[in-house]
């Protein structure tokens, strides 16, 4: 297994558009989890701030596939992106998939298939890029007054073209 402390130009690589929480009050509410097939450890390690995680690169097809979280949280992300500009793990990433099916390439309709109905929206400051964003948490307003959070997972679906070129598993309590 080969572990590497990564620069920060590495950790402002990592693919990703938003906060995985950030469409928490407009998420369809879900029951079910997801994770990704991938059943490897390996990776290189980074820190990013407090968090730490490890990331793998697909150098043929580009694509990169992360695990970042601290504390109670953390998030899992497998997306297009360009070169990293350290040399990281590489591994072919193209059958990646998550257990209910989700892959990249795939159209807003292939996700809504297997997650249920939802409204592509407009992701902030990222030109052409939707997402249809589910979670397992009730929305923000149920949790007031509630002492201790429910554990659960946002699920963010990033699409540019009709096709799905990331994808977000955000897990925390």
């Known amino acids: ?13 990592l693919p990703a558009f938003a906060n995985s929480s950030a469409f928490w009050e407009d998420a369809v509410r879900i029951s079910q989890r997801d994770e990704f097939s991938y059943v ?3 990776g290189t390690f980074f820190f ?24 109670a949280w953390g998030d899992v992300v497998l997306g297009y992106a360009s070169l990293p500009p350290e040399r990281v793990v590489n591994r072919d ?13 795939m159209s807003p309709g292939g996700v809504t298939l297997r997650y249920g109905a939802n409204t592509l929206r407009r992701v902030p400051r990222a030109k052409d890029v939707y997402v249809l964003a589910y979670t397992t948490w009730p ?6 007054g509630i002492t201790r959070s429910p554990c659960g ?4 679906f990033y699409f540019r073209n009709d096709r799905l070129v990331l994808i977000q598993l955000g897990n925390g309590c």
């Open 1 to 13: 297994m080969l572990a590497l402390l990564l620069t920060a130009s590495l950790s402002a690589w």
């Open 40 to 42: 490897g450890a390996d």
């Open 48 to 71: 990013m701030g407090p968090a730490r995680g490890r990331v793998v690169y697909d150098y043929t097809h580009h694509i990169a596939l992360y695990h970042v979280g601290c504390c």
């Open 93 to 105: 990433l193209t059958a990646l998939h998550t257990v209910r099916g989700i892959r990249l390439g």
């Open 139 to 144: 929305p923000k307003s149920q949790m007031i």
């Open 153 to 156: 997972q946002f699920q963010n």
